[in-house]
């Protein structure tokens, strides 16, 4: 019977040891997720920043090209 305890409390202990790492890996899953999610939000931000700032200098643009034109001819 204590071989059959040590082996209970030998498999038990090994138990723990992986529920605390699967714990970790849970944690560490999170701050990952949470951290893509971040880069994923910023990534559409500077996009639309972007496209804002493209647009804006489209619109600067031509009226500036309409006019050089009309300089010119």
Not at 57 to 71: D, T
Request: charged share 30%.
């Amino acid at each position: 019977i204590q071989i059959l305890q040590k082996k209970l409390d030998s498999k038990t202990k090994a138990f723990a040891i992986l529920i605390n790492e699967l714990e970790t890996l849970k944690h560490e899953r999170d701050q990952f997720k949470s951290l893509a999610d971040g880069l994923q939000e910023k990534s559409v931000q500077l996009k639309r920043q972007l496209n804002n700032k493209v647009n804006l200098f489209e619109n600067i643009q031509e009226p500036f090209l309409f006019g050089f034109q009309w300089i010119k001819k």
